[in-house]
Structure formats: C-alpha cells, structure tokens
C-alpha cells in the first residue's frame, strides 16, 4: 500500500509540475461513452458501460475511465472499475499513460492497481489500449476495436479485449496466466454529428485455463453470449 501511495503521489506531483506550461494551451475537455448498453443473454442479462471523460491540452490530458457490469438477475454490480490517469504523448499517434485504477465489484474484493500504458492508433487505424496494472495482484490487459464505415451514417465497429492475469487471484475469480476474452461486433447509426449513435450487436465472453476452471467451481459457464442494444455519445 506505501507503493501505491508514492505512485499515486507522483501521478498528482506530475499532474501539478506539468499543469503550469500547459495552461499557456486552450483547455479542452471531453466525454465518450464507447458502450452504454444492455445486453441480453441465455441465462442473465447485464447492463454495461465503458466511457472516458478528459480534460487538459494536446500535451497532457487528465483521463477519469469508468466501466462496469451490473446484473440485473442479481442487483449486484458483477465488475465495476474507475481509473484516474495521466496521459501524455510520445508519437503522432500514440500516448503514454500513468495513474491508479480502483476495482470495487458486489461479492468481490475491491482492489488498487498502479497503471502503466499506451493508447492510439495503428497503421491501419485500429485503435488500441495496452495497459500492465501493477500489484501484488498484477495482470495486463490489451484492448482493440476498429470503426468500419459501411456508409455516411452507419458504422461497424468490432472490438477484442483480454485481460491476462500473472498470478493466481481466486477471490476475484482469476487464476494465473487464464485470460479472459471479450470479443463483439456493434452496428451503429449516427442520428446527431457523431455525437449520439444507437447501436445493435453481439458481445461474446470466454475463460480460459485456470480461470475458466474457477467459474465452473462456482457454478458459472466458460463463455456467454449477448445480444446488445445501446448507445454510443460523445459531447
């Protein structure tokens, strides 16, 4: 806990040191929800979210990234995670980042993680988010979603995330190098300039390993398949 403690004190050191250069640039400042859906599935059905809120410069930007699960069977929030990051550029097209990630889930044990990553664009304009959380708990996590745009109005968008854990973590239903994949595909329809896109789709869900090993101790299934009505919004 003391090393968390002085990395998240560097985090706000870096944040106060840089802010004074920064402010010579216009402030700018953001919201994104990337999924605010429901998803509809064979034996319960979630609602789920993912969205990033900013504020900063070109240089240096403050990044608060909520995401969660809430099962609706159960009334209980069965993944909720809120990350407070600073993130600054190191090419034309990717960032650096840097903070703390909190993960505080019903029924589970809450947990505190140092970040370090890198976010941006590839060649091929995938957009990609690559994260190591630092712990005794640590795992990675690798994420990539693409926009296809089928017309002026109408967007395909498939996405792939893994979470890989290192070590073993049982109260949080993880065991050592069994990732977890999240894969789906979201149609959406731009209604407003971008800024509100209603979408349908298909979201899978895997275990592997020893981690799927886990969720069949508790009585839960390797994988799940949802069918997702949601929203897309940025302002």
């Known amino acids: 806990m003391a090393r968390l403690k002085q990395f998240f004190g560097a985090v706000v050191l870096a944040t106060t040191m840089g802010s004074v250069p920064a402010m010579a640039e216009p402030l700018q400042w953001g919201f994104q929800g990337e999924q605010f859906e429901y998803r509809f599935g064979k034996n319960e059905d979630v609602f789920a979210w993912d969205f990033d809120s900013f504020a900063g410069s070109d240089e240096r930007k403050f990044i608060w990234r909520s995401e969660g699960e809430y099962g609706l069977d159960e009334k209980a929030f069965e993944t909720l995670e809120n990350q407070a990051r600073l993130q600054v550029p190191i090419s034309p097209f990717f960032d650096a980042a840097g903070g703390v990630r909190l993960s505080t889930p019903e029924g589970g044990p809450n947990r505190v993680h140092g970040v370090l990553g890198v976010k941006g664009l590839t060649r091929q304009w995938f957009e990609v988010d690559a994260n190591l959380f630092i712990s005794d708990k640590p795992f990675a996590r690798f994420e990539a979603e693409y926009e296809a745009l089928i017309t002026n109005r109408i967007t395909?968008?498939?996405?792939?995330?893994?979470?890989?854990?290192?070590?073993?973590?049982?109260?949080?239903?993880?065991?050592?190098?069994?990732?977890?994949?999240?894969?789906?595909?979201?149609?959406?329809?731009?209604?407003?300039?971008?800024?509100?896109?209603?979408?349908?789709?298909?979201?899978?869900?895997?275990?592997?390993?020893?981690?799927?090993?886990?969720?069949?101790?508790?009585?839960?299934?390797?994988?799940?398949?949802?069918?997702?009505v949601g929203t897309k919004f940025v302002f």
């Not at 792939?160 to 999240?182: N, Q, S, T, Y």
């Not at 971008?194 to 981690?211: A, Q, V």
């Not at 886990?214 to 390797?222: D, F, H, I, K, V």
């Open 156 to 228: 395909l968008t498939p996405s792939l995330e893994v979470d890989l854990p290192f070590v073993d973590d049982r109260r949080a239903g993880f065991g050592a190098w069994g990732p977890k994949v999240e894969a789906g595909a979201r149609l959406s329809y731009d209604l407003v300039d971008r800024m509100l896109s209603p979408y349908i789709g298909m979201h899978y869900e895997r275990k592997f390993g020893e981690t799927g090993d886990l969720a069949r101790e508790e009585g839960e299934g390797r994988d799940a398949l949802y069918f997702v």
